[in-house]
């Protein structure tokens, strides 16, 4: 079944608004591209042009509109300003969804990211119904598995050719934490 969230659905958090991706993001993000790493840890490739992140922003909306996933961006609440990206997608299996996110690099190391997913995953197992939710991240980035850490997610298994980065294997952790785990957690 479909889960229909509406298109002006948002979270807030103590310090963050979480709401649907709109095409003025796009020249925030283009711009925490243009951070040297900053794509190193995720699938896709920094654009070269902001006009390579419109089809990106069309799938957003698209993949939202069939319940298949939901990108949210994190804005601060008080002056709006992109501070990253979180999302949750579904995967093959009905109550399993995946946990993405990205954190703009002048605002990292700010507790921002562990907000937002704490919302996130409230969403997850709340509005979504999800028994499970997982996510991986690229070995070195510590700070990702900080933020998986914190809001209760478990190693489940090592992956040694998660996916290719200038042709090479990036070697990647997988994590999880199921409904139960979480709301013994009470981090929401």
Known sequence: MTKVIPQDFSIETARCRLRRPSMEDIPDIFAATRFAGFNDGMRWE?????????????ENSRAWDAGETFTFTIADLSSNRLLGRIGIRQTNFTDVWNLGFWTHP?????GYMTEAAIAI?????????AAQIEAGYALWNKSSQRVLEKIGMKFIEYIPHSFQKKGRWIESNKMSINQQEWLALNLN
């Open 121 to 129: 995953m409230a969403f997850g197992f709340d509005q979504l119904n």
């Open 46 to 58: 920094a654009p070269t042009t902001m006009a390579e992140l419109d089809e990106p922003f069309r």
């Open 106 to 110: 002048e605002y990292q190391g700010q």
